[in-house]
T-cell receptor
Framework: QQQVKQSPQSLIVQKGGISIINCAYENTAFDYFPWYQQFPGKGPALLIAIRPDVSEKKEGRFTISFNKSAKQFSLHIMDSQPGDSATYFCAASMLGGKLTFGQGTILTVHP | DSGVTQTPKHLITATGQRVTLRCSPRSGDLSVYWYQQSLDQGLQFLIQYYNGEERAKGNILERFSAQQFPDLHSELNLSSLELGDSALYFC????????????FGNGTRLTVT
């Protein structure tokens, strides 16, 4: 019930392309869904987050799509750049507090 | 810079030893979380403190313990270390337990030899 499943494990995209990472959750009590970006040697940094009362949130090139009925959410990175190459984690929590993370996706954007 | 400070950055020790990892939360944050990141387990929640009190416990081994001090810094103590304890240990903080998001430090890389 506490799991968050993330796919794919790794993703290679050409510069300018769209990167899509998907997550699915089981616990319907989750009410906060952030995405974190992690570069080597650094801690995870919040990228964008959504709550289940909206179906989409966009910040610059990053968009979260949320499907409450399917218990799925995804991160879309438009116009992907080499600087976006990093590991991306989806996560979920209920009533704030501790986050349950997906297993991570290693994104590589080729120039 | 997240404002969360973790020391040391790297730690190399032998099996059976005991180490202490330190975390200073962001200014004003009362809640501290510890996470373990290993290649095969991803980011695993260990324990949470709020204003000095334990708030939630995750997959924390009995050999591990933590505390949060009156000045709000936190320490994670790992004892009887095993090779499998080698991992990145992250601290995160938030103003209150119900607040999101969590802000992470840059971690302590522990290597047990």
């Amino acid at each position: 019930q506490q799991q968050v499943k993330q796919s794919p494990q790794s993703l290679i995209v050409q510069k300018g392309g769209i990167s899509i990472i998907n997550c699915a959750y089981e616990n319907t009590a989750f009410d906060y869904f952030p995405w974190y970006q992690q570069f080597p040697g650094k801690g995870p940094a919040l990228l964008i987050a959504i709550r289940p009362d909206v179906s989409e949130k966009k910040e610059g090139r990053f968009t979260i799509s949320f499907n409450k009925s399917a218990k799925q959410f995804s991160l879309h990175i438009m116009d992907s750049q080499p600087g976006d190459s990093a590991t991306y984690f989806c996560a979920a929590s209920m009533l704030g507090g501790k986050l349950t993370f997906g297993q991570g996706t290693i994104l590589t954007v080729h120039p | 810079d997240s404002g969360v400070t973790q020391t040391p950055k790297h730690l190399i020790t032998a099996t059976g030893q005991r180490v202490t990892l330190r975390c200073s939360p962001r200014s004003g944050d009362l809640s501290v979380y510890w996470y373990q990141q290993s290649l095969d387990q991803g980011l695993q929640f260990l324990i949470q403190y709020y204003n000095g009190e334990e708030r939630a416990k995750g997959n924390i081994l009995e050999r591990f313990s933590a505390q949060q001090f009156p000045d709000l810094h936190s320490e994670l103590n790992l004892s009887s270390l095993e090779l499998g304890d080698s991992a990145l240990y992250f601290c995160a903080s938030s103003p209150r337990p119900e607040d999101s998001p969590l802000h992470f430090g840059n971690g302590t890389r522990l290597t047990v030899t």
